[in-house]
Every structure is written in structure tokens, then in C-alpha cells.
């Protein structure tokens, strides 16, 4: 079958090449009928980081963040990227108005189940970052897990002014960030493989992992192109990472000053070197 395996070749060859920065993947993935599915019970298992903090280290976040000051009973906050709630939950039981934004309609109805249970009143909203529509409504925002280092510098901006436009005057807004001191585990780039069901399918399909640097903006991507029956699909997760001084002028450009540097949101003392930044700026 010699034009059969040329035309995979061409094709993997086109999908395998190293894309532009912040080129996107394949659209509204996070709500697909099985990906979102996988991406919840990621969310919900208590044995690892992959896609939510463990619950122990969340409990420890929530804790600093309101017995420190930065979050205070009464508090309106929103919770940008919020998921199936699991710091919406923990703050609303300490007294915080919370407000929560996801992407993800199945993370959202989870959430909304979890908050009828315990009797909390949450507002959720299934929305894209880049349509807030607040006004001078919250005391602060909080995004975690290195939300911000997903979007593109023009993506960022946007997000960041709409987030100043939410605050009130002097409101804070409370994030964390990868740096590049972020080590990679081994193995974890340019690999295949074939699965009967899985994170991305439920039936047969072949994966390829791919990692592109670019070292010179400090991202990176992380690249899965899947090929089932039907189709062949290409997604894209990137990441920027961050220090102190190159999100200094960021924040600053977007009308925030830096209060606060911990090297994660359950207090650690800051320390240059650390494979995270978290961070406090206030609205000016």
C-alpha cells in the first residue's frame, strides 16, 4: 500500500511539526462528551496532581489564603477556572460569596451538585474567560493551578483587564504560576501508544505525546495528536512560565500592583528557584 503509507506519513508530518506559538489545537475540547468526562474524575482523584491539587494541599491553600487576610468572611470572590468547585466549596464554607467561571458544563454540574449538598449558596456561570462581563463587583479573584500560563500574551491581556475591570478599587487579585525552574518528568515527551479507551476515547485509538520548547518566551506545549476510526485530532496545551520580574510589568501594564509572593498559595515563604510562583497584586 505505498500511497496509503505515504499519506500517512505526509500527514503526521504536518501534524508533528513544531507549531507556531500558541497556534491552538482542536476548539471547546474541554467540553467534549468523553474528554470532559476524563477530565473530571482527573479533577476528583485524591492520588495525584494531574489535573486539581490533592485535597490536603487544597485545604492548606484555602487556609492561608483567608487565616492571612488576603480572602476575609463576607468576601465576594470569583473563582476563575473553577472546575468541579473544589476551592469554591472550601471557601464558601468559610463564609466567602463566591462566584465560579468554568468552560466545562460537566465540571459545572458537579459543582452545582456538591454546593446543593452542603447547602452553600455558589453562583456558577459555564463561561469562556474572554467573555467576562463584570464591573467593579468582586474584592477579589482568585485563578489556580497555573491557569494563567495557558493563554497566549494577547489572550492574558485581555483576560487581565477584564479581571481589573471585575475588582473593585483596591481588589486583589490571587494567582500562582509555573517558572522556569519547572523540571519535566522523564519520559514524558514524544512517546506512543495504542489504547482500547482511555483519557481522550473510549474505544481504540493511537496517541503521540509531543513537547515543543521555546525557550526564548519561556513556554512550552505539550502536544497530543489521536487517531480513532473517524478522525485525527490534534491538541495543544501550553504553558508559559513565569518569575517575578517578567510578571512585574505584566501586571503592571494591566493596572496591578505585586502585594504578595509566596512560591505556592499555602504560604510557602518566597524563594527564587522554586518550580512555582504564587502571587497577590492589588488593583490600582
Request: hydrophobic share 40%; charged share 25%; aromatic share 10%.
Amino acid at each position: 500500500m505505498p500511497s496509503l503509507s505515504r499519506d500517512i506519513l505526509d500527514l503526521f508530518s504536518k501534524f508533528a511539526a513544531k507549531p507556531a506559538l500558541f497556534e491552538p489545537g482542536e476548539p471547546h475540547f474541554w467540553d467534549d462528551p468523553h474528554i470532559s468526562k476524563s477530565m473530571l474524575d482527573a479533577h476528583l482523584d485524591p492520588l495525584h496532581d494531574a489535573a486539581s491539587r490533592r485535597p490536603e494541599t487544597i485545604e492548606r491553600e484555602v487556609n492561608h489564603l483567608v487565616s492571612s487576610g488576603i480572602l476575609k468572611r463576607g468576601d465576594k470572590v470569583l473563582d476563575l477556572g473553577c472546575g468541579p468547585g473544589l476551592y469554591s466549596i472550601r471557601l464558601a464554607a468559610k463564609g466567602i460569596k463566591v462566584t465560579g467561571i468554568d468552560i466545562s458544563e460537566r465540571s459545572l454540574h458537579y459543582a452545582k451538585g456538591q454546593a446543593l449538598k452542603g447547602n452553600l449558596d455558589i453562583k456558577y456561570r459555564h463561561l469562556n474567560l474572554l467573555a467576562l462581563d463584570y464591573s467593579t463587583e468582586f474584592d477579589a479573584v482568585l485563578q489556580v493551578y497555573g491557569e494563567m500560563g495557558t493563554f497566549s500574551d494577547k489572550n492574558r491581556d485581555v483576560i487581565l483587564k477584564k479581571i481589573h475591570d471585575a475588582l473593585k478599587p483596591r481588589g486583589l487579585l490571587v494567582f500562582d504560576a509555573t517558572t522556569p525552574s519547572l523540571k519535566i518528568p522523564p519520559g514524558s515527551q514524544n512517546v506512543w501508544y495504542l489504547a482500547d479507551g482511555g483519557f481522550w476515547r473510549p474505544g481504540r485509538h493511537l496517541t503521540l505525546e509531543l513537547r515543543f520548547d521555546y525557550p526564548e518566551n519561556d513556554v512550552f506545549v505539550n502536544q497530543y495528536i489521536v487517531v480513532d476510526e473517524e478522525k485525527t485530532s490534534v491538541y495543544r496545551i501550553w504553558n508559559h512560565n513565569y518569575t517575578t520580574e517578567t510578571l512585574s510589568p505584566v501586571l503592571e501594564k494591566a493596572g496591578f500592583r505585586i502585594m504578595n509572593t509566596w512560591n505556592n498559595l499555602a504560604g510557602t515563604p518566597y524563594k527564587a528557584g522554586d518550580e512555582w510562583l504564587a502571587v497577590a497584586a492589588m488593583k490600582m
